[in-house]
Structures are given as C-alpha cells and as structure tokens.
C-alpha cells in the first residue's frame, strides 16, 4: 500500500489549493482515506476523511465549508479542494489511509498507512 501527496505550495490568504492522494495497492481493508495536517510546534490535527466506497464524508470544524474533499474511484485519488486559506491553514498535509469507524475517525492511531507531507502555506 502507498500514497502519494502533492499539490502543496505558497498561497495568498484567500486563496485556493487542490490537494491530491493518489493511492495504491490498495484493498478493501482500507475503505477510509483522510487528511491531517501538522504546523511546526504544533500537535497534528485531523482534517477530512472519505468513505472511498460511499463517498461519505466527515470535516474538522477548522476547516468545514471551506474546504471540500472528494474521490476518483478509477484514479483510485482523493483530493482535498481547500479554498478560503487562511495563514492558520499553514501545515504540511498527510494522507492516511485505514478503516477507522465513527468513533476515531479523527484519531491518527486508527489509521494503519499514510504518505509523505505535502506543504502547504498561507502567506501575503
């Protein structure tokens, strides 16, 4: 199983990134692909999750009608549209991959592979 972020960069506040996943190997064990992200001197934080079968969809309140992630089943990606950036949205950004459920969805312990970071960075 691997994974492979990108779409990282330098961003005006107010601006807009897309962020990619694209994922391989990969199996039904692992039906949740979700994005963290981690600011330096800061703990790391849960971003979104998509359920890759049914398309369901759970948001940090941070980030809730801002930013908006979604999935190419036959790309087998998932991407994270992030629009509204502010400079707190500063962080290098994770994707994960498991099968956490309702409970520790937002829990980086549930998760059993994730990619390297992708940077992202809000600044005038």
């Known amino acids: 199983v691997q994974l492979q972020a990108s779409g990282g960069g330098l961003v005006q506040p107010g601006g807009s990134l897309r962020l990619s996943c694209a994922a391989s190997g990969f199996t039904l064990d692992y039906p949740v692909i979700g994005w963290f992200r981690q600011a330096p001197g800061k703990e790391r934080e849960w971003v979104s999750c998509?359920?890759?079968?049914?398309?369901?969809?759970v948001y940090a309140n941070s980030v809730k009608g801002r930013f908006i992630i979604s999935r190419d089943t036959a790309k087998n990606a998932v991407y994270l549209q992030m629009n509204s950036l502010k400079p707190e949205d500063t962080a290098a950004y994770y994707c994960v991959a498991g099968a956490p459920d309702y409970s520790n969805y937002d829990s980086f312990q549930a998760y059993d592979y994730w990619g390297q970071g992708t940077q992202v960075t809000v600044s005038s």
């Open positions: 998509i359920n890759r079968s049914d398309g369901s969809t």
